[in-house]
T-cell receptor
């Protein structure tokens, strides 16, 4: 869905480096989410934001932080990357009342 | 909070057969149940959803059924084709200011020739 974009699409980094993954959307949705997906596994919620002033931790927030710069932008940071953060990261948006989520194309992250 | 369980975790069917994936949810306030399909290396995409005011919804070869009393819902794929091979996720949510989707753990469907 071209309405939700993520940059970069692929990233290789080294242990201890700080990196940022960015998500932008043109859907006009207030709600945005960051998920992590390990190979062969399901979606784990890292953080979510219901509006610009609202940030909430998900299931696996340790080692991650987020910033909601505007309604359309939601960034995920890894403060000090470690190898077990190697995964596929998805951003998603939704709009109430029915919480259909629309996913970005994903960022494939490799931490060496 | 909501808990969604999904079974089976893997499912292999022959082309042309039907496939059924089942999910149960815990929160009786949940009233929206989408299903997502994720092809290898791609993003999850919505394929069908159902709201609690109906018991069944169909879209060509796929259908979803909902049993609110038992708190379970199922995805049915008929006349399976190789392109149906993917991971399928169910999810549930309630409407409300603090609601959000809770996903199941996924089912890997393999359609063999």
């Amino acid at each position: 869905d071209a309405d939700v974009t993520q940059t970069p699409r692929n990233r290789i980094t080294k242990t201890g480096k700080r990196i940022m993954l960015e998500c932008s959307q043109t859907k006009g949705h207030d709600r945005m989410y960051w998920y992590r997906q390990d190979p062969g596994l399901g979606l784990q919620l890292i953080y979510y934001s219901f509006d610009v002033k609202d940030i909430n931790k998900g299931e696996i927030s340790d080692g991650y932080s987020v910033s909601r710069q505007a309604q359309a932008k939601f960034s995920l940071s890894l403060e000090s990357a470690i190898p077990n953060q190697t995964a596929l990261y998805f951003c998603a948006t939704s709009d109430p009342p029915y919480e259909t989520q629309y996913f970005g194309p994903g960022t494939r992250l490799l931490v060496l | 909070g909501e808990n969604v369980e999904q079974h089976p975790s893997t499912l292999s069917v022959q082309e042309g057969d039907s496939a059924v994936i089942k999910c149960t949810y815990s929160d009786s306030a949940s009233n929206y149940f989408p299903w997502y399909k994720q092809e290898l290396g791609k993003r999850p995409q919505l394929i069908i959803d159902i709201r609690s005011n109906v018991g069944e919804k169909k879209d060509q070869r796929i259908a979803v059924t909902l049993n609110k009393t038992a708190k379970h819902f199922s995805l049915h794929i008929t006349e399976t084709q190789p392109e149906d091979s993917a991971v399928y996720f169910c999810a549930a949510s309630s409407t409300g200011t603090a609601s959000k989707l809770t996903f199941g753990t996924g089912t890997r469907l393999q359609v063999t020739l």
